[in-house]
């Protein structure tokens, strides 16, 4: 006979009272689950299996096509003439070149003065200013990672400013510049279009039309600013700050008059033999070849871009080169050279300090 086994006394439940709000919850739980696995427009693209080999055959094909420019530039230039061409360049020219970098410089950095109001961080506009402008140095030279996030965390992390804060300005500096870019994109082609390169080319229509498109999204940004009147907009669960139109439409326009002082100091080391929209237009077209590319400083793409697209029988391929190397070393080096500098004294002024609040 087999015994009982001892059982440990339980204490008695009560039956809970029926809920009607569980249903309801799980009913909208549901409904919710469902609605976000139903991505549309550029999300549903990117799941696609196809989306990453597309992406990376553009990219690839962009690499394929500029490297292709860099190498049969190189091979085919007399160096020795375009040295002596570098050192022929007036010294006023290289002056006014300088002035003009210089100017481009600060302008730039006046983007975060932008991201100053939008955050609130209690930094100087000195202090801002001064931090903007040498970690811009350091990415053209160096990268984003090292100039926009090493060197410019840096600074801003021994003064105070918190993480987060630091992030927000750096969007805000990033995306001012390229609104500008995007917007300028539809102005240029009004006023000069590019010469076939490698055997391609468009037509007038087709380069308005493709800027046209790309200047929708300085709009919609403007118009988004107009209708969040300052308030941050909530996006997947992130909040980004977002200015008034006012501040909006300034950073458009500062954005557009830094790409333009770019292309204006380019267009003057040429001594004004190229047309100022063809300068501007040679300084963006690098600028997203280096970029895509991630060379360092663009270091032979700008030279590549600039000779295939300034060269005519006026304006000799040495003269073009010299013109760009004196530009690099104008916009790029020195400044690089003055950044490196001060920012090895803000690091023994702020040696054995605390973060200051």
């Known amino acids: ?155 801003y992390s021994r003064r105070g400013v918190e993480p987060g804060i630091i992030g927000q300005v750096v969007a805000t500096s990033i995306l001012t510049n390229w609104i500008g870019y995007l917007l300028l994109t539809a102005i240029i082609p009004w006023f000069w279009v590019p010469p076939a390169v490698f055997g391609w080319s468009a037509s007038d229509v087709q380069w308005r039309m493709g800027g046209a498109l790309l200047a929708l999204a300085p709009l919609a940004y403007l118009a988004l600013c107009l209708v969040r009147g300052g308030r941050p907009l909530a996006l997947r669960g992130h909040c980004f700050a977002l200015p008034r139109w006012p501040l909006a439409l300034w950073q458009v326009a500062v954005s557009c008059a830094n790409w333009m002082l770019m292309g204006t100091a380019l267009w003057v080391v040429l001594q004004g033999q190229v047309a100022y929209p063809a300068a501007v237009a040679t300084v963006m077209l690098g600028a997203v070849a280096g970029l895509v590319l991630r060379v360092p400083a663009g270091l032979g793409v700008l030279e590549s871009v600039g000779v295939a697209l300034l060269t005519t029988d006026s304006l000799s391929k040495t003269d073009v080169l010299a013109a760009l190397l004196a530009y690099r070393a104008l916009y790029y080096f020195v400044p690089l050279v003055l950044a490196a500098l001060a920012f090895a004294a803000a690091e023994l002024l702020m040696h054995g300090k605390k973060p200051t609040k």
Request: glycine residues 10%; hydrophobic residues 45%.
């Open 1 to 155: 006979m087999a015994l009982a086994r001892p059982t440990t006394p339980q204490a008695p439940t009560t039956p809970s009272a029926p809920s009607r709000l569980r249903p309801g919850r799980g009913a909208a739980r549901t409904r919710t689950n469902r609605g976000a696995t139903r991505p549309g427009g550029l999300a549903q693209l990117q799941e696609k299996p196809w989306w990453p080999w597309l992406t990376r055959s553009l990219a690839g094909a962009f690499f394929v096509l500029v490297a292709s420019l860099i190498v049969y530039q190189a091979r085919s230039v007399d160096w020795p003439a375009v040295w002596q061409a570098v050192l022929a360049l007036p010294v006023r020219v290289l002056w006014a070149g300088a002035a003009l970098a210089l100017l481009s410089h600060f302008t730039y950095g006046s983007f975060e003065w932008i991201g100053r109001h939008v955050t609130g961080h209690q930094l100087g506009r000195a202090t801002t200013l001064g931090i903007a402008m040498t970690s811009y140095a350091f990415t053209l030279n160096l990268g984003s990672v090292i100039g926009g996030v090493g060197v410019r965390y840096r600074l």
